[in-house]
Each structure stands twice: as C-alpha cells, then as structure tokens.
C-alpha cells in the first residue's frame, strides 16, 4: 500500500453488503431496560456476537475472499490473527472452496482455535511474546502463493465492517452516538464511513482497553504511535498500532477514543451475560463498557452500541 | 373455572398482541450452523430469553393485567410463581401503577427475586416441599381484595403466550416443527392455538424434563395426572399437573410430548452458552435438548424451538 488513502465511501459498503449476504446474517439490535437504567441512556446493541463465526470479522473476511475472484482464491489464502479473523477467513474460504492457512498465536482461546479448525483450515501457531505475526503471514503467502487476507488495514476488509453500521442505522435510524471496538480500527473506520455518510451528524467514538491504548494515544499526537503487546483480557483489541489505512480515516470521523479498566470489562461481561442474557468476549464488550461506565460525554441520548464478538471459553468465563 | 372449556381462538391471541406491544419485546429469531450440524434438522430459535423480564412471561401476565381494566387493576394483583411469573406480574403491574405482591418458594433463584423486587414488588415466601403456593396467593387475594394473576391456567393468560407463536411464524413462515417447553402448560397451549390457526399442517410437540412428566404421563392416559413435586433443574417446570384448561387444547393440538434429561438440558445449556452465545434456563433450553438430542421423529428439516426464559444465577450457571 502507499501513504495515499485509498476512497473508501458509502457505495463500496453498499457493494459490500450485497457481496457478503449469502454469507453473513443481519445480526440483530437488542434493548434492555436495566442496562440502560444502571448507564443513564437508552442503549442499543448490535449482536455480531450472533454473527457466523461468532463476530464481525466474517463482513470483512468475506468481502475480501468475494473481491479476489475465482482465480486468484484458487490459489488459497492466508491470515494472521488472534482467532476471531482466523475463523472467519476459514468459513469465507470455505464457502468459496478456497485453502485457507491461518497464523494464530499458541496462547489464542481454544473455542477460537477448534472452530477455525473445524472449517477445513491449516494452523501455524507462533510465539505472541517473540514473533511478529505479519512476518510469519508474509512468508506463508510467498511460500504458497496464497493471497494474504489482512485482518484490518485494507479497502476490502474496511468496507465489509462498514456494513455493521450499515444494517445498524437501518435497524436504528435515530441513534445520537455509536461506539465501536477498536483494535487495528479496522471496524471503527469502515462503521464511521457508512455513518457519517448516512447521519453526518452522528457522534462517533472508539473505545480501547487503558492496557491497549493505541489509537487512544495516536489520536492525542496524531500520529500512529506503537505501543508493547499489551496484557489486555480484550485478546481481540491487542493491536499494537492503528493501520496506515485505518488511523487516518477514524482521525477523521471519530470524536474521540474512550478507554475502560481491565475490571469495567469484565463487570460488563458479567452483566451482558446475566442481565441481557447473551456471551459477549472481552474485546466485543468495551463499547457496552464504556457506556455502562459512564465514559460518553452529555448530551448523548440514545447509544448505538456495537458488541463485536462472543468467542470466549466458558472455562476462562467462569473465572470471572 | 367450570369444567367447560373456554374459548381462545387466534383472535384473542391476535388482540392480546396489540395489547401487550407497549410492553413487551418483539424478540428475534437465530439460528446457527454448529447447532444444525450437530442436530442434523434446520433449527430457528425464538430468543424469549431476551424478552422483558428474561422470559416469555410477560405475554400472559401483561394480556391478564391489561385484560382486568383499570377499577380492577387499582385494587391490586398477587402471583405466586417460581419466579419468572412473579417478574412479569410485577412489571405489568408496575406498567399500570398497580401494587403486585408475589408468592415464592424461599429456595428460588436469587436472580428472579431480585429481579422482582426491583419492580416495586412485595414478595412473601414460601416453603416448596411443605406449602401449597396456591392456597397462599388465594389467601394474599382473598385478605387484600387483589386479582389473583393465573401463572398458565386462565384464557387471558394463555391467549398472552400465544403472541409468541404468532410472533414466531410471522418470521418462519414454513417450519416442520414447532416445539414448545410444558411446566403448567400455558405457553404450548396458547402456541398450538396459534400455530394451528396459521398453519394447519405444523407439527407440534411439548417438551418437559423427564423428572417433570405429569403432562407426559397425562398425555397417555388421556387423564390430568399429578406426580410428586419434581426436582428438575428446570425450577420453571416443576408444576406437578397439567391445566384443567390447558391440558384439553395440548391434547388436541398437540402430537407428542417429548422427555429430556438433566444431563442432556445441561449440556444444551452449554451448547447455547458457548456456541450460539445467548443464555437460557434450564426450563428454557429443554425444546432446544429435544431437537439436540435427536428426540424429534423423523422428517421433520426445519424445527422451530422457543427458548422460553433466560434467568439463572452466574454462580449456578458456573458449577455445570
């Protein structure tokens, strides 16, 4: 890619979301009266921890696989993740009939593990601590000649996670703000795109774990800061450095980068599960943290929040 | 109630819809590839363990309290329940500024008593192996001049569960299948009307614990049969008979009523949890154990479950 920002606008998302359909479910919007009691707003979830594979990587994944075309997917594809884009690259792989070889670190979730297997996948595993992921990615796509299919930082991916805000202003035409995960902000820029194009005036905010604190950090110096491989729970949102691609876009349109405790997440896991009822991981819960703990400026009235994920194994869930 | 059976057709479930909508949630429909693939039929969820107050209880309890008028309503209403109907009277009531009082059994989830009492309710307890809970809320109406809110067996109540299948068949036109967790009876009874009145030719099936069969053992013998107070899991099917009016109209619509045992309700509780990312109730998860569990009869390929409630304590969740 060169420094140039590539046009990623409302049409592409549009594209995208008729590209994905036969793949990806329209994930519904759920609201619940205690949550919004205990937050001061009326709050609306978009579950694309219902979504196939488990989260809203599957919109991405599949946008890219689609957007190659038959002969190059032939060839196969590749991927380097935390679990939640493995999994989704495989089931897009899948059902286009495509090999899939997915670079996952040793110490990823076996629920993410096991389902990405479970699509037909090969699996490199790699070292968090020591080895850099992008490298060993590289290296299995010159090697095999498959395409790399990047987890955030490309048009293709970008404008497949647009589509969840797509579907969410459809569902919700009048939120005052949306919140979004971010961890290479693949998701926050593609979801500010399609909003901004269709309400201008819609607040938009990022949210991070303190411990993952990135694009938080690049949005106050308003360059792309790195930071070490952060400890975060959220093992989805362990980037290191907003992408090339994504940093400038949500630059653009996010308001601001709120940040929640490793302890606000996991009190907001428990209640999403206990109270509404469904599994939200981790790095798919900070949006509902972030509003449940009171991180949203006033004058916010109705939330639009997005849960990104739910694979998170009930034995690690069970410890907290 | 004389020994005659009352009249609910589709109509009265049709009216108590409008009459309940300011109040209870339109829940969605999910389905999932792991849970198809495992269970070899195609399976739709109706997640009423998103619905207001965690359960479907809030259709009947909502269409009784709305049902008695406001001069009724005013003098008050009284329930006893496990404790998914104490929620759902106390919300209706609260809806309409009526003073509810709830009878529960002393050992209930801690959840739903909580839950309860948010809603402004009075709660008396009682002891589940040595008092009639019965007697105790015809004593609590007699003494305070309140309406006693029917937990299954008043047509008011059953035409409110019966929203659900409408509900349910308006987004699944053409299911095979429907199949319908059986405590007391009300929520089948209501659903059969329904789905009978919609779609002639649907299958339908109750499912109750096999440590909680008295509708199973009635169905045989075609009489009201009682069993001891059973000591499922499922604490929202643990009533001990069928309905004097319910059970005439399950035995009419209805074509088989299906068992499922404590392990096999754990494990789709499980399955539910880490698969499909939403939480039930053992009550609420035994229509998904029967079609898990390969309990259905052969040639039926789209089964419509309801998960009829989604209230359980983390602590109890976490020990299976």
């Known amino acids: 890619m060169s420094g140039e920002e590539p046009a990623i606008g409302i049409g592409e998302i549009r594209e995208a979301a008729e590209r994905i359909r036969p793949l990806a479910h329209r994930t519904p919007v759920l609201t619940n009266r205690s949550f919004d009691q205990a937050a001061g707003v009326r709050a609306y979830f978009k579950c694309e921890n219902f979504q196939r594979g488990g989260s809203f990587k599957i919109r991405g994944a599949s946008n890219f696989v689609y957007s190659l075309g ?34 996952m670190p040793a110490d990823a979730p076996r629920s993410k593990v096991e389902a990405t297997r479970a699509h037909g996948a090969a699996i490199v595993t790699y070292d968090r601590f020591k080895e850099r992921r992008e490298e060993i990615g590289r290296r299995v796509a ?37 919140l979004v995960p971010v961890g290479g902000g693949g998701l926050l820029a593609g979801c500010s795109i399609a909003a901004k194009s269709i309400k201008p005036d819609l607040r938009i905010f990022g949210v991070e774990p303190e411990l993952a604190n990135d694009t938080y950090l690049s949005f106050a ?12 729970l959220a093992d989805g949102l ?13 630059r653009r349109n996010v308001e601001a980068i709120l940040l929640v405790s490793e302890d606000e997440i996991k009190a907001t896991v ?5 109270r509404m009822k469904f599994l939200a991981e981790p790095s798919g819960a900070v949006a509902a943290a972030a509003v449940l703990h009171g991180k949203l400026p006033a004058g916010i009235a109705k939330a639009g929040i997005v849960i990104s ?12």
């Open 70 to 103: 038959p002969d190059k997917a032939r060839r196969g594809v590749v991927a380097y993740s935390s679990g939640n884009h493995a999994q989704a690259v495989a089931i897009a792989a899948e059902s286009v009939g495509a090999a899939a070889t997915l670079v």
């Open 221 to 232: 110096s308003g360059l792309r800061e790195e930071i070490p491989m952060p400890a975060t």
């Open 142 to 178: 010159k090697e095999s000649g498959a395409e790399l299919v990047p987890p955030y930082d490309h048009p293709w991916t970008i404008a497949g996670q647009g589509t969840t805000a797509l579907e969410f202003l459809e569902a919700e035409a009048d939120l005052d703000a949306l």
């Open 270 to 274: 428990r209640f999403l599960l206990s």
């Open 238 to 250: 362990r980037a290191t450095q907003p992408g090339a691609i994504t940093f400038p876009i949500i």
């Open 309 to 320: 994920g739910g694979n998170v194994d009930l034995e690690e869930l069970a410890r907290y």
